[in-house]
């Protein structure tokens, strides 16, 4: 971001960042019943790495219908 603009957004900034990720957090925990379960990534990491995360996660979901990493629980309906 840096370097393809002159000015940053204040939602740019890593403190606000970071302020914003910590809220997400409080509503994922306390929604969870009403939202279901929740996977968090990590996107720092390089776009292979992501990829295979996910693609994990979702081989383990649909061979057993279990999410490992997630925050909360899976309900069927």
């Given at each position: 971001?840096?370097?393809?603009?002159?000015?940053?957004?204040?939602?740019?900034?890593?403190?606000?960042?970071?302020?914003?990720?910590?809220?997400?957090?409080?509503?994922?925990?306390?929604?969870?019943?009403?939202?279901?379960?929740v996977v968090v990534?990590?996107?720092?990491?390089?776009?292979?790495?992501?990829?295979?995360?996910?693609?994990?996660?979702?081989?383990?979901?649909?061979?057993?219908?279990?999410?490992?990493?997630?925050?909360?629980?899976?309900?069927?309906?």
């Amino acid at each position: 971001m840096q370097n393809t603009r002159w000015k940053r957004d204040l939602y740019e900034e890593p403190a606000q960042q970071r302020s914003i990720r910590d809220l997400y957090f409080e509503l994922i925990d306390r929604e969870i019943p009403f939202v279901g379960p929740v996977v968090v990534i990590d996107s720092s990491r390089t776009p292979d790495e992501v990829s295979a995360q996910i693609k994990r996660i979702l081989k383990t979901f649909l061979t057993t219908g279990q999410i490992e990493e997630a925050r909360g629980e899976l309900t069927l309906l």
